[in-house]
């Protein structure tokens, strides 16, 4: 893939934070959703590449538009799949909380797992406790796994898990192991990428969410070094077929990092919407938005954290929705 694609992706990333931003704290979620798809959409236009959607806003029937199977570029190579969350957190943006994020990530074509919108069971992990955690494995074995391999005592580690009725048991394993918890109302892939930053205080991820945001958690991961490890949780026969017809013939099977993104080089852009520890929310100063990402390609290791100011009146036709 092109190196330069990793700037044009923060281009799509901060384009769709900058429209879902206006709408923090109004309680409109389906808004603030659709602000931000329409200016990823557009920007995504003018991109020298070939994409095809794996990961998007639904079915072709679902939605209007970034959905799966649509194709997004100049019609260019390189070849890639293409996976988008324009709001990651639409709740989290309607409420005005922590760490909504406007996500996208590529790899080369075929390399992404084809993830169905289900229910994916994840335990996610940063580069100092890589290959020492399983998704099979009791709670408490994971985290003694992790704290030996960061050098800390369980009750030093905080365990981010989704808080959700389905998670008690979880939440009960995790406190009798005598490690701290930090539930997040919505923004597992926020949560995952944590893992890998010491300063944001996050050790491990536990539970179940999104399929989708867990494949684009797992190119995040790969950029970072860290790992994550899931498995879909069908819930009914409909579901279990549409695995099949996404070639998932083994449902129960452990997805690893290298069936989550395959190969050795995926590249992923997330643009902050609301503060987080890891990215600032946008801010909006009369015609000047001020945007805060993060870039990373797994085959170089990078890391970039951009801050961007853009003149809103200097965006003709665009990209920002200024008709």
Known sequence: ???????????????????????????????????????????????????TVVIGEGEMDEAPMLYIGEKLGLGYLPEVDVAVDPLEG????????????????????????????????????????????????????????VAKASGKEIADLVAVILDRPRHAKLIEEVRAAGARIKLIPDGDVAAAMNTAFPDTGVDILFGSGGAPEGVLAAVALKCLGGELQGRLLPENDEQVERCAKMGIREVNQILYMNDLVKGDDAIFAATGVTDGELLQGVRYSGTVATTHSLVMRAKTGTVRFVEGKHRLEKKPNLVLGQE
């Open 1 to 51: 893939m092109e190196r330069s694609l990793t700037m044009e992706l923060v281009r799509v990333t901060e384009a769709a934070a900058i429209q879902s931003g206006r709408w923090m704290g109004f309680g409109k979620k389906d808004e603030a959703d659709e602000a931000a798809t329409s200016a990823m959409r557009k920007v995504f236009d003018t991109i020298p590449m070939r994409g």
């Open 90 to 145: 639409t709740n989290i943006v309607a409420h005005g909380l922590w760490n909504a994020l406007s996500v996208v990530a590529i790899a080369e074509r075929g390399h992404l797992l084809h993830a169905p919108d289900m229910y994916m069971d994840k335990i996610a992990v940063g580069p100092d406790a890589v290959g020492v955690v399983n998704i099979d494995a009791p709670v408490k074995d994971n985290l003694q796994a």
